[in-house]
């Protein structure tokens, strides 16, 4: 939580705002592993983090997946809105606002919050235990909305 004081003296204690991004391609997800350093370490994820001062949501996000998978990226859809205070994994009661895209180019390395990537086919995920947050219901979420555009 971010705890402030507003202009008139008025305490609060508000939530940080996130984004994270589906990757697809190919009937394939990219997953990042989460450094061991991190909540949720040498997990399965999602890329994505906070949301800078004085930068929108879609630049945030496209920041992030450069930052994480080293990929350019063309955002495609906002697919959800995740707002719920009981998140599992998540004790700071962040608003993820969740991208799928479509990755372009890698230009760069990964940053040191990644230690390896992996495309994963969408029909052979990580299980439950291995991935971070509520990633994987998020994917779910994904695969349930398109089940009819996906490659059998």
Same mark, same amino acid.
């Given at each position: 939580?971010?705890?402030?004081?507003? $202009?008139? !003296?008025?305490?609060?204690?508000?939530?940080?705002?996130?984004?994270?991004? @589906?990757?697809?391609?190919?009937?394939?997800?990219? @997953?990042?592993? +989460?450094?061991?350093?991190?909540?949720?370490?040498?997990?399965?994820?999602?890329?994505? !983090?906070?949301?800078? +001062?004085?930068?929108?949501?879609? %630049?945030?996000?496209?920041? %992030?997946?450069? /930052? /994480?998978?080293?990929?350019?990226?063309?955002? $495609?859809?906002?697919?959800?809105?995740?707002?719920?205070?009981?998140? +599992?994994?998540?004790?700071?009661?962040?608003?993820?606002?969740?991208?799928?895209? #479509?990755?372009?180019?890698?230009?760069?390395?990964?940053?040191?919050?990644?230690?390896?990537? #992996?495309?994963?086919?969408?029909?052979? @995920?990580?299980?439950?235990?291995?991935?971070?947050?509520?990633?994987? /219901?998020?994917?779910?979420?994904?695969?349930?909305?398109?089940?009819? !555009?996906?490659? #059998?």
């Amino acid at each position: 939580m971010i705890e402030c004081t507003f $202009e008139r !003296g008025t305490a609060a204690n508000l939530r940080h705002v996130v984004v994270d991004a @589906l990757l697809i391609q190919d009937n394939q997800v990219l @997953l990042t592993r +989460r450094a061991e350093r991190l909540r949720e370490g040498g997990k399965w994820a999602i890329p994505g !983090g906070f949301m800078d +001062r004085d930068e929108t949501t879609l %630049e945030a996000v496209m920041r %992030e997946v450069l /930052e /994480e998978t080293g990929y350019t990226c063309e955002i $495609e859809q906002l697919l959800t809105v995740l707002d719920k205070p009981d998140r +599992r994994g998540d004790d700071r009661q962040n608003v993820s606002f969740v991208f799928v895209a #479509k990755p372009i180019a890698k230009v760069q390395e990964h940053d040191d919050e990644v230690t390896e990537l #992996k495309w994963f086919p969408l029909d052979a @995920l990580p299980a439950a235990a291995e991935m971070a947050f509520d990633h994987l /219901e998020i994917i779910w979420e994904w695969i349930k909305e398109n089940d009819e !555009g996906l490659d #059998k």
